[in-house]
C-alpha cells in the first residue's frame, strides 16, 4: 500500500469543514419545496490516516448522511470536503470515480445491498470491472483472493446472495469494498442487523483487515458498546451536529456533555449488578424534528441541566474545563468528573421543553386509572 | 402454581423442504409478577414459541401443553382464545407501526379493543380509560392525542401507544415481543422504564423476548437461553450472567465487547445456526461447541439441574468442572483449525461419527 507515504503527518486522511447538507422539503398539493431540512449542519471534522473514527447518534441525527456527503454520494450544500490533501468537493463524476477507489462503503442491510439476482463472483467483481484493473482469469483470481481473505469459501464464487447467511452476506460486502484497496472505508452500521455471535465475527474481520491493510475507517453505528470497542476516537452528532469528540477513553471517563451521558446510561448493560447499581438517565420526549430545530442549543429542549442561555445562544464546539485540542464540547454548562447528571433539573420555561415539560413518568405516575373501569 | 406452565412444546411447519422443526420440547414456569426473558438469536424460535401459546400460529403442527391460569391453551378453540389473548395475556410487537391500523385514530382503536372483549363498557367510559392509558405510559397531552393517528407518533410513542392497548384490560401476563429492538437506545430506555413501572403497579407478569443481553441484565427475574427451538439453560438472572452452564451463554456472553473497550479480538461463537429441518440427533450446539465431546454427538441433552441448585437447569452433558472442561475445550481445538464458518463446517462433518 502506498498511503501516508506521500502524506505529511500530521494532514489528516479526510476533513470536512463546515459541512453542511440539506434536503428539500416538499409538502402541501402542489408539492412545492416549503422547507429547507438540515440533515448536516455546519459539521467540521477530520479523519487520520489509520485511525478509526466512531460517528454515533440517534436514528436522524445525521450520521449517515454525514458519511455519504464524505463519500461525495451526495452532492454538499456548502462547505468543503479534503480527501488526502484535495478538494474535492466540486469535483465532477469523471474526476470522482478516480477517488472512489480510495474511499468505499460497506452498508448496513446485508440482504438490500447485494443484487439477488446476480452471482457472489460477479458482485465482488464489479469493482474490477468497473475501474478496468483486472478482467478475465486474472479477475477471477483476485475475487477468489479476496473471498479467501473475507472469511468466505473461494469454490463459492457462482453461488447467489440468497444462498449466503445474513454473516456472510456482510462478508461479500466487506470483500466488495475491499477490492480496490481503499484508504478510506466507511462502514454504515456494519453489524446491526447480525446476530451477536456473527457480529462478534465480523467485528473481528473488520479489524484483523485494518491491520492487515492498514486501513481507515469511519464507523458509524447506534450501539455504543461497539463503538467503544472498535474506534480510538468517537464522535456524537445530536439533530445535524456534532456536539462532542474526544479519543474513545476520554469520551467515557471525562464526559461533558449532557446528551453523551445520557446516551451513555441509556445502554443496557449486560452486568446484572452494574445494571442495578449504575445512574440512570431517562431523557424525556423524542428527537426534535430537524426541519425546525430547536434554537441555542438543540438539545435544550431534553436536557437536564438547561439554562437560560442555553435557549439564547449556541453553543461553539470548543474544547471545556481545560480538555485538549482534541476532545471538543458544544455545551453551556459541561459536566465535571463525577458529577451526578440525575440530580440535575432543568431552569428554562415548561414551553422550552418536549413532552409539556413534564418527565413522562413523573406525570404518569400522579394520575393512576384505579377505579372506574378496572 | 405458576401463572403460565408451558410443558414440551413443539412446533413443526411444512414446507417445501421438508418439515421444519421451530420449537422442539420447550418447557418453563411464569410465576405471577415476574420477569421471563427468552433470549435466542434469530430463529431460535423465540418468537414461534410464545406466538403458539397465544394461538397465533396458524399451518402448524403443535403439541405439547400450555397451561395458563388453569386453562390448556394448546388445542385451545377460538372462542376461548379470544377471551383470553388481549384481555388475560396482553401482546406487544416489535414493530408498533404494522401492528396498529393506520386508518383509524389510536383512540378508536384501543376503544374498539376496550369494547370487543366487554360490549358493557359504554364508548365514552372505554374513551376516558384509553385516555387515561395514554398518559399512564407517558404519553404528553393524551387527551389531545387520543384522536391521532399511528402515523403522528413517533416511534417511541407508537410503542407506548401499543402497551396502553396491551394493558388495557388489565392483563396478568404481557408477552413483549423484541418490545424495544426497532427504537433508539434514550428511547429504548424510556419503553423500559414504563414496562417496570407497569409491572411494579399492577402486578403483570412479563415475556420479554429480546436477542439484547443488556436488556435481559436490565429487566428480567429469569431467563431461558434458546437455540435451535429448545432451551438450552434456564437460570436466575445473575447466575445465567455469573456462573452460568451452558456453552452456548457462554459463548453468547463471550462474544459481546468488553466494558474496557479495547481494540481486542472478541471471541464469537464459530459457524453458523443449523437449519430446522432434518436437524440430525446430538445436541444441536455441538457442531459449534467449543468442549463437544462423542457423547454430544450421540444423545440430545435434556434440561436438567446443574450445580445443586433447583433453579438452574442445562441442557448440557458436560460437567460443571472448570479444568475436565477446559481439557476437552483443548482436545477440540487440536482437531479444530480456529477458522470462522466455511472451514468450520467442513470440519464439522470429520468431527462427527
Given at each position: 500500500?502506498?498511503?501516508?507515504?506521500?502524506?505529511?503527518?500530521?494532514?489528516?486522511?479526510?476533513?470536512?469543514?463546515?459541512?453542511?447538507?440539506?434536503?428539500?422539503?416538499?409538502?402541501?398539493?402542489?408539492?412545492?419545496?416549503?422547507?429547507?431540512?438540515?440533515?448536516?449542519?455546519?459539521?467540521?471534522?477530520?479523519?487520520?490516516?489509520?485511525?478509526?473514527?466512531?460517528?454515533?447518534?440517534?436514528?436522524?441525527?445525521?450520521?449517515?448522511?454525514?458519511?455519504?456527503?464524505?463519500?461525495?454520494?451526495?452532492?454538499?450544500?456548502?462547505?468543503?470536503?479534503?480527501?488526502?490533501?484535495?478538494?474535492?468537493?466540486?469535483?465532477?463524476?469523471?474526476?470522482?470515480?478516480?477517488?472512489?477507489?480510495?474511499?468505499?462503503?460497506?452498508?448496513?442491510?446485508?440482504?438490500?445491498?447485494?443484487?439477488?439476482?446476480?452471482?457472489?463472483?460477479?458482485?465482488?467483481?464489479?469493482?474490477?470491472?468497473?475501474?478496468?484493473?483486472?478482467?478475465?482469469?486474472?479477475?477471477?483470481?483476485?475475487?477468489?483472493?479476496?473471498?479467501?481473505?473475507?472469511?468466505?469459501?473461494?469454490?463459492?464464487?457462482?453461488?447467489?446472495?440468497?444462498?449466503?447467511?445474513?454473516?456472510?452476506?456482510?462478508?461479500?460486502?466487506?470483500?466488495?469494498?475491499?477490492?480496490?484497496?481503499?484508504?478510506?472505508?466507511?462502514?454504515?452500521?456494519?453489524?446491526?442487523?447480525?446476530?451477536?455471535?456473527?457480529?462478534?465475527?465480523?467485528?473481528?474481520?473488520?479489524?484483523?483487515?485494518?491491520?492487515?491493510?492498514?486501513?481507515?475507517?469511519?464507523?458509524?453505528?447506534?450501539?455504543?458498546?461497539?463503538?467503544?470497542?472498535?474506534?480510538?476516537?468517537?464522535?456524537?452528532?445530536?439533530?445535524?451536529?456534532?456536539?462532542?469528540?474526544?479519543?474513545?477513553?476520554?469520551?467515557?471517563?471525562t464526559t461533558r456533555h449532557p446528551y453523551t451521558r445520557a446516551l451513555l446510561s441509556a445502554l443496557p448493560v449486560?452486568?446484572?449488578?452494574?445494571?442495578?447499581?449504575?445512574?440512570?438517565?431517562?431523557?424525556?420526549?423524542?428527537?426534535?424534528?430537524?426541519?425546525?430545530?430547536?434554537?441555542?442549543?438543540?438539545?435544550?429542549?431534553?436536557?437536564?441541566?438547561?439554562?437560560?442561555?442555553?435557549?439564547?445562544?449556541?453553543?461553539?464546539?470548543?474544547?471545556?474545563?481545560?480538555?485538549?485540542?482534541?476532545?471538543?464540547?458544544?455545551?453551556?454548562?459541561?459536566?465535571?468528573?463525577?458529577?451526578?447528571?440525575?440530580?440535575?433539573?432543568?431552569?428554562?420555561?415548561?414551553?422550552?421543553?418536549?413532552?409539556?415539560?413534564?418527565?413522562?413518568?413523573?406525570?404518569?405516575?400522579?394520575?393512576?386509572?384505579?377505579?372506574?373501569?378496572? | 402454581?405458576?401463572?403460565?406452565?408451558?410443558?414440551?412444546?413443539?412446533?413443526?411447519?411444512?414446507?417445501?423442504?421438508?418439515?421444519?422443526?421451530?420449537?422442539?420440547?420447550?418447557?418453563?414456569?411464569?410465576?405471577?409478577?415476574?420477569?421471563?426473558?427468552?433470549?435466542?438469536?434469530?430463529?431460535?424460535?423465540?418468537?414461534?414459541?410464545?406466538?403458539?401459546?397465544?394461538?397465533?400460529?396458524?399451518?402448524?403442527?403443535?403439541?405439547?401443553?400450555?397451561?395458563?391460569?388453569?386453562?390448556?391453551?394448546?388445542?385451545?378453540?377460538?372462542?376461548?382464545?379470544?377471551?383470553?389473548?388481549?384481555?388475560?395475556?396482553?401482546?406487544?410487537?416489535?414493530?408498533?407501526?404494522?401492528?396498529?391500523?393506520?386508518?383509524?385514530?389510536?383512540?378508536?382503536?384501543?376503544?374498539?379493543?376496550?369494547?370487543?372483549?366487554?360490549?358493557?363498557?359504554?364508548?365514552?367510559?372505554?374513551?376516558?380509560?384509553?385516555?387515561?392509558?395514554?398518559?399512564?405510559?407517558?404519553?404528553?397531552?393524551?387527551?389531545?392525542?387520543?384522536?391521532?393517528?399511528?402515523?403522528?407518533?413517533?416511534?417511541?410513542?407508537?410503542?407506548?401507544?401499543?402497551?396502553?392497548?396491551?394493558?388495557?384490560?388489565?392483563?396478568?401476563?404481557?408477552?413483549?415481543?423484541?418490545?424495544?429492538?426497532?427504537?433508539?437506545?434514550?428511547?429504548?430506555?424510556?419503553?423500559?422504564?414504563?414496562?417496570?413501572?407497569?409491572?411494579?403497579?399492577?402486578?403483570?407478569?412479563?415475556?420479554?423476548?429480546?436477542?439484547?443481553?443488556?436488556?435481559?441484565?436490565?429487566?428480567?427475574?429469569?431467563?431461558?437461553?434458546?437455540?435451535?427451538?429448545?432451551?438450552?439453560?434456564?437460570a436466575p438472572r445473575r447466575t445465567l450472567f455469573y456462573a452460568n452452564h451452558h456453552p452456548y451463554s457462554e459463548?453468547?456472553?463471550?462474544?459481546?465487547?468488553?466494558?474496557?473497550?479495547?481494540?481486542?479480538?472478541?471471541?464469537?461463537?464459530?459457524?453458523?445456526?443449523?437449519?430446522?429441518?432434518?436437524?440430525?440427533?446430538?445436541?444441536?450446539?455441538?457442531?459449534?461447541?467449543?468442549?463437544?465431546?462423542?457423547?454430544?454427538?450421540?444423545?440430545?441433552?435434556?434440561?436438567?439441574?446443574?450445580?445443586?441448585?433447583?433453579?438452574?437447569?442445562?441442557?448440557?452433558?458436560?460437567?460443571?468442572?472448570?479444568?475436565?472442561?477446559?481439557?476437552?475445550?483443548?482436545?477440540?481445538?487440536?482437531?479444530?483449525?480456529?477458522?470462522?464458518?466455511?472451514?468450520?463446517?467442513?470440519?464439522?462433518?470429520?468431527?462427527?461419527?
Open positions: 500500500m502506498t498511503e501516508s507515504m506521500t502524506q505529511p503527518k500530521n494532514e489528516p486522511l479526510l476533513r470536512v469543514e463546515g459541512l453542511t447538507k440539506s434536503f428539500p422539503v416538499s409538502s402541501g398539493s402542489w408539492r412545492r419545496n416549503t422547507a429547507q431540512v438540515h440533515a448536516v449542519d455546519d459539521v467540521t471534522l477530520e479523519i487520520q490516516t489509520g485511525e478509526t473514527l466512531g460517528l454515533v447518534g440517534e436514528t436522524g441525527c445525521g450520521k449517515s448522511t454525514l458519511a455519504r456527503c464524505m463519500a461525495r454520494l451526495y452532492d454538499v450544500t456548502s462547505g468543503t470536503v479534503w480527501f488526502d490533501g484535495r478538494d474535492i468537493t466540486h469535483l465532477d463524476r469523471r474526476e470522482m470515480r478516480v477517488v472512489r477507489r480510495d474511499v468505499q462503503m460497506i452498508f448496513q442491510d446485508p440482504y438490500g445491498s447485494l443484487n439477488p439476482r446476480r452471482r457472489v463472483g460477479a458482485i465482488i467483481g464489479d469493482p474490477f470491472v468497473i475501474h478496468g484493473t483486472a478482467t478475465g482469469r486474472e479477475l477471477k483470481t483476485k475475487v477468489q483472493d479476496l473471498m479467501a481473505t473475507v472469511g468466505l469459501n473461494p469454490e463459492h464464487y457462482n453461488r447467489f446472495p440468497a444462498e449466503f447467511s445474513g454473516g456472510q452476506r456482510q462478508r461479500i460486502g466487506v470483500a466488495r469494498a475491499l477490492a480496490l484497496r481503499p484508504k478510506l472505508v466507511i462502514c454504515d452500521e456494519p453489524v446491526s442487523a447480525l446476530d451477536v455471535s456473527i457480529q462478534a465475527q465480523i467485528i473481528n474481520l473488520l479489524i484483523d483487515l485494518q491491520d492487515e491493510f492498514s486501513l481507515t475507517y469511519l464507523f458509524i453505528t447506534h450501539d455504543l458498546s461497539v463503538v467503544r470497542h472498535v474506534s480510538d476516537r468517537i464522535a456524537v452528532m445530536y439533530l445535524a451536529k456534532v456536539v462532542e469528540a474526544a479519543p474513545t477513553p476520554e469520551l467515557f471517563s449486560p452486568d446484572p449488578d452494574l445494571a442495578d447499581s449504575r445512574e440512570q438517565i431517562v431523557l424525556s420526549g423524542d428527537l426534535p424534528t430537524p426541519t425546525d430545530p430547536p434554537s441555542g442549543c438543540r438539545f435544550h429542549t431534553r436536557c437536564p441541566k438547561a439554562r437560560h442561555d442555553c435557549v439564547a445562544t449556541e453553543p461553539a464546539l470548543l474544547p471545556v474545563l481545560g480538555d485538549a485540542v482534541g476532545h471538543p464540547t458544544a455545551c453551556h454548562h459541561p459536566l465535571t468528573v463525577g458529577e451526578d447528571l440525575s440530580l440535575a433539573r432543568p431552569d428554562i420555561d415548561a414551553t422550552e421543553r418536549v413532552g409539556d415539560g413534564a418527565f413522562p413518568l413523573e406525570a404518569a405516575a400522579t394520575k393512576e386509572p384505579g377505579g372506574e373501569s378496572r | 402454581m405458576a401463572l403460565l406452565e408451558v410443558r414440551d412444546l413443539r412446533v413443526a411447519f411444512n414446507t417445501p423442504d421438508g418439515v421444519l422443526e421451530a420449537v422442539r420440547g420447550l418447557s418453563f414456569d411464569v410465576d405471577r409478577g415476574s420477569t421471563l426473558a427468552i433470549v435466542g438469536e434469530s430463529g431460535s424460535g423465540k418468537s414461534v414459541a410464545t406466538q403458539t401459546i397465544t394461538g397465533l400460529t396458524s399451518g402448524a403442527r403443535v403439541s405439547g401443553s400450555a397451561r395458563f391460569d388453569g386453562t390448556e391453551l394448546i388445542g385451545a378453540s377460538s372462542e376461548v382464545l379470544r377471551t383470553i389473548r388481549g384481555a388475560r395475556i396482553g401482546m406487544i410487537f416489535q414493530d408498533p407501526l404494522s401492528s396498529l391500523h393506520p386508518y383509524y385514530t389510536v383512540g378508536w382503536q384501543i376503544v374498539e379493543m376496550i369494547r370487543a372483549h366487554d360490549r358493557s363498557v359504554s364508548t365514552s367510559a372505554a374513551r376516558r380509560r384509553a385516555a387515561d392509558l395514554l398518559g399512564v405510559v407517558g404519553i404528553p397531552h393524551a387527551r389531545t392525542r387520543i384522536d391521532d393517528y399511528p402515523h403522528q407518533f413517533s416511534g417511541g410513542m407508537r410503542q407506548r401507544v401499543m402497551i396502553a392497548m396491551a394493558m388495557a384490560l388489565d392483563p396478568v401476563l404481557l408477552i413483549a415481543d423484541e418490545p424495544t429492538t426497532a427504537l433508539d437506545v434514550t428511547v429504548q430506555a424510556q419503553v423500559l422504564a414504563v414496562m417496570r413501572r407497569l409491572q411494579e403497579d399492577f402486578g403483570t407478569a412479563i415475556i420479554l423476548i429480546t436477542h439484547d443481553l443488556g436488556v435481559v441484565a436490565e429487566m428480567s427475574d429469569e431467563v431461558v437461553v434458546m437455540y435451535a427451538g429448545s432451551a438450552m439453560e434456564r459463548g453468547l456472553l463471550g462474544s459481546l465487547p468488553a466494558k474496557g473497550g479495547t481494540r481486542d479480538r472478541l471471541t464469537p461463537i464459530l459457524g453458523v445456526p443449523p437449519s430446522l429441518i432434518g436437524l440430525p440427533a446430538g445436541c444441536p450446539f455441538a457442531p459449534r461447541c467449543p468442549y463437544a465431546f462423542d457423547r454430544c454427538w450421540r444423545e440430545t441433552p435434556p434440561l436438567r439441574m446443574v450445580f445443586d441448585d433447583p433453579d438452574h437447569a442445562s441442557a448440557c452433558w458436560l460437567t460443571p468442572v472448570l479444568s475436565e472442561r477446559e481439557a476437552l475445550r483443548a482436545a477440540r481445538v487440536d482437531r479444530e483449525p480456529d477458522q470462522p464458518q466455511e472451514s468450520a463446517s467442513a470440519t464439522r462433518v470429520e468431527v462427527r461419527p
